[in-house]
């Protein structure tokens, strides 16, 4: 399977399509899963300090034992770690899990007012010593990013923020395609909330698809990088067949006006 590939602001290059692994209730079964991302074709993994389970994907990276850079890697700092020094210590705990040396994307995961600006620092330290070979920010509206290019000396390669037809908000997507910050999307599936979605299922049966997978495939086509997340082997590789078919204009239009503000998690516009 040949997954597109993105090139970043610094001429990174990333999987359009990966899998997430936020799954506090089961992460016993997420160095399984990542194993059967791997053997479908997966080749990006996004995983957080605070999912509690780098070690897992470090695991699974082991056993697969792909050669290091066919593999991207993202990870995150956590809220409570977040400031220069803190930031600082908590990147080399994130490395040391997932027994790397250097991280192929380092994301601020929420903007944490009081300290976002130092922690944006370290990150830029971090870039500069060559430990993250791209670093970004997540769940950062206009806002938080027009704050960020006030004191930002490096420009954040990836955004990634909830993304899908429910919560699709065209100014955010164009705010970043104008500052050259790739938007990467997160729970692109609504975590399963939308799935009997009348609407949805009629558009997924026209292409004899899932509607987890129109869900992905929409995402991909607004040239946004996508990490659906699941533990089940089958579903791993149902949520990777999406190359296969082709959105037509008129549904994709269709599908961007089913905004209606459902999140899995809170709104970045409430965070000041
Ligand atoms: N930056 C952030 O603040 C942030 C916030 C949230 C998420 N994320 C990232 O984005 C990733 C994806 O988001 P998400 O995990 O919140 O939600 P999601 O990917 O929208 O949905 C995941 C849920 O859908 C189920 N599922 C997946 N594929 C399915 C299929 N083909 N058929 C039926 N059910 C299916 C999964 O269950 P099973 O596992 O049981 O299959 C799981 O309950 C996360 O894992 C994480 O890496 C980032």
């Known amino acids: 399977m040949n997954i597109p590939v993105t090139t970043l602001n610094n001429g990174v290059e990333m999987p359009m399509l990966g899998l997430g692994v936020y799954a506090p209730s089961h992460n016993s079964e997420v160095q399984q899963a990542v194993e059967w991302a791997l053997e479908a074709g997966c080749r990006l993994i996004d995983t957080a300090s605070a999912y509690g389970n780098e070690r897992q994907v470090a695991d699974a990276l082991q056993a697969t034992n792909l050669p290091r850079n066919e593999v991207f890697i993202t ?3 956590w809220n409570d770690d977040q400031g220069y ?5 908590a990147f080399e705990r994130s490395l040391e899990r997932l027994r790397i040396d250097v991280v192929d994307l380092y994301l601020i995961h929420w903007p944490v007012q009081e300290h976002r600006r130092d922690t944006w620092k370290a990150l830029e330290k971090i870039y500069a010593d060559g430990r993250a070979r791209a670093i970004g920010v997540s769940n950062y509206y206009q ?3 027009d704050e960020l290019f006030e004191q930002a000396n490096v420009t954040p390669a990836v955004n990634q923020f909830e993304f899908s037809p429910y919560c699709y908000l065209p100014d955010v997507l164009d705010y970043c395609r104008q500052k050259n910050i790739k938007p990467e999307g997160y729970a692109p599936l609504v975590r399963g909330e939308k799935q009997n979605d009348p609407r949805l299922v009629a558009i997924a049966e026209k292409y ?5 997978q129109l869900l992905v495939r929409w995402s991909l086509q607004h040239d946004v ?3 659906p997340k699941s533990v089940k082997k089958e579903r791993i590789q149902a949520n990777f067949d999406v190359l ?3 959105i037509s204009e008129e549904d994709m239009a269709t599908m961007n006006t089913f905004y209606d503000n459902t999140r899995v998690a809170p709104d970045p516009r409430d965070i000041p």
């Open 85 to 89: 020094d803190r930031t600082l210590r």
């Open 208 to 212: 004899g698809k899932s509607t987890y």
């Open 143 to 145: 806002a938080h990013l």
């Open 75 to 77: 990870t995150k700092v």
């Open 244 to 246: 296969d078919f082709e």
């Open 225 to 227: 990088i996508t990490i």
